[in-house]
Every structure is written in C-alpha cells, then in structure tokens.
C-alpha cells in the first residue's frame, strides 16, 4: 500500500493547527489587519493621473534626490563605525561596558527630536564641539552633514545590534582556531571575522539605509529644512501636508515603496525546497 506525502501547504496547515490556537491565530489576523489597512487606505486616496505630476516637481526630486544621497553616505559611515563597535561591545570585558552599551541604545527609544536637540547641544554654533568648529571656519549646523549626522547617530544602532546579535551567535571558535594556527589577529579579522559577518553585515545596512532614509525629528531640529540643502523627504511631505495633501499622500507612497523593498532585501533568505 501506497501513501501520499503530504504537500507543503498541508504541512504548514497542519502545523498551524496543531502548535497554534484558533483565538491566536484570529487575534494575529487582527493585528495583520491594522498594518494593512492604513496602507489599503493611502493607495485608494491617490489620484493616480496626477502622481506623475506630483512626484515630478523640483522640490520633490530635490528631497528625495538629498534623501538618497545623504542616506547612502550615512549608512556607509555606519558600517565603518558599527563594525568596530559591535566587536569591543560583544568580544571585550571592560568597565562600563552595559553603559556604554546602553548609550550606544539610547536614539532607539528617545523621540527624534530630543536627539536634535543633543546634537544641537553637541555640534551646533554654540555646541560644547560645534563652537570650536565656528573658529575655524566649519559650520555643521543647517548644512547637509548636518543631516548626514543626525542620520547616523538615530541609525547607527541599528546597525551595532544587528552585528552583535551574529556575533552572539558565531561565537569565536573560529578566530581562536585561526589565531591557533599563527593568523594575525587583522588577517583573521579580514578572513574570517568579516565573512562570518556578512548576513548581519548586509541585514544591517539595509536597515541603516531605511531608518537614515526616514529620519525626520532630529533632522528638522539640528538641521532645519532648506530645499536642496537640508530638505529631505520627511520634511518635504510634512510641509506638503499643509499646502497639497495629495503631493503629500503621493511622495509618502514612494518612501514606503523604498522602505518595503529595503525591508525585503534585509530579510528575504532564501530556503531550499524539501525534495
């Protein structure tokens, strides 16, 4: 007697069925339900003839062209800086290291705003840093590395976490074999190190790029917005939303359509079928 091996959708209803709740499964509907819906409600509110128009207009190409230009250099930066980090903070003991870690956290849960504020504190005309800069002729404040600074700093995060959490993972078992077989510690950063970080590396720069991409609090209070100049795509749909709500309604779908794509190069992994 022969039996049918079941297929993969009966399998994955079979193992919803057997290790989740009916209640759980309605409530997780529900939930998916009110991401959707917002997004089902933005797509029915675009005129659609005008969105060429719309997303045409020089202030709109300025911002956004700013938005991907200061983003790429943002995210860029983090990765130099994230990588150092991510390694002291989960492969060193020193004191202090949880405070570090926890300041290294801090713009994850702060308002983006208050982290404007910080680096206005910090870097602005009168800043404990920025008042030194004045004297020698370079201003940060209201220019574009403002806006590539506010990126990093709300951003960068993403990135360490990330790092850390492969890192955890990974262990050192191979750098220590490696480093056991007479590698200096910076070819075995470069051989082994890095290629162990490169799913981290990657999942990690593109959420960098998202969040630097949509940074808005921080950018507006340290920065301030001049089109071309410090104007990003935040700040152009926040003033559009007072003078033309469909100009608004339509640059807000392209950020979205950035972030979807970003989000699904960050965590498409591609599995191998069941033979």
Request: proline share 5%.
């Amino acid at each position: 007697m022969t039996t049918t091996k079941p297929t993969a959708s009966v399998r994955t209803r079979q193992t919803l069925s057997a290790g989740i709740p009916t209640a759980t499964i309605a409530v997780a509907l529900l939930a998916g339900a009110f991401f959707i819906i917002p997004f089902i409600a933005l797509l029915a509110g675009i005129t659609w003839s005008d969105l060429p128009e719309l997303l045409t207009s020089q202030s709109a190409l300025d911002a956004l062209w700013l938005s991907l230009r200061t983003a790429t250099i943002a995210t860029i930066i983090c990765v130099l800086l994230g990588v150092p980090l991510a390694l002291v903070l989960a492969r060193t003991n020193f004191p202090g290291r949880t405070l570090v870690r926890s300041v290294v956290l801090v713009p994850l849960v702060i308002p983006p705003v208050v982290a404007g504020i910080v680096l206005t504190e910090a870097f602005g005309r009168r800043g404990l840093i920025g008042e030194h800069l004045e004297a020698l002729g370079i201003d940060i404040a209201f220019t574009t590395a403002a806006v590539v600074l506010a990126q990093i700093f709300v951003a960068l995060p993403f990135m360490v976490t990330s790092l850390e959490a492969h890192l955890a993972s990974s262990g050192e078992h191979y750098e220590r074999v490696a480093q056991s077989l007479g590698s200096s510690k910076w070819r075995t950063f470069w051989t082994i190190t890095i290629p162990l970080l490169r799913p981290g590396l990657i999942s990690g720069a593109v959420l960098t790029f998202a969040r630097a991409l949509g940074e808005f609090g921080a950018t507006i209070t340290f920065a301030g917005s001049l089109q071309g100049t410090t104007r990003t795509m935040p700040l152009e749909i926040y003033l559009a939303r007072e003078t033309d709500p469909e100009s608004a309604v339509a640059l807000s779908l392209v950020l979205i359509c950035v972030a979807v794509m970003v989000i699904a190069v960050a965590y498409f992994r591609p599995t191998a079928q069941n033979k």
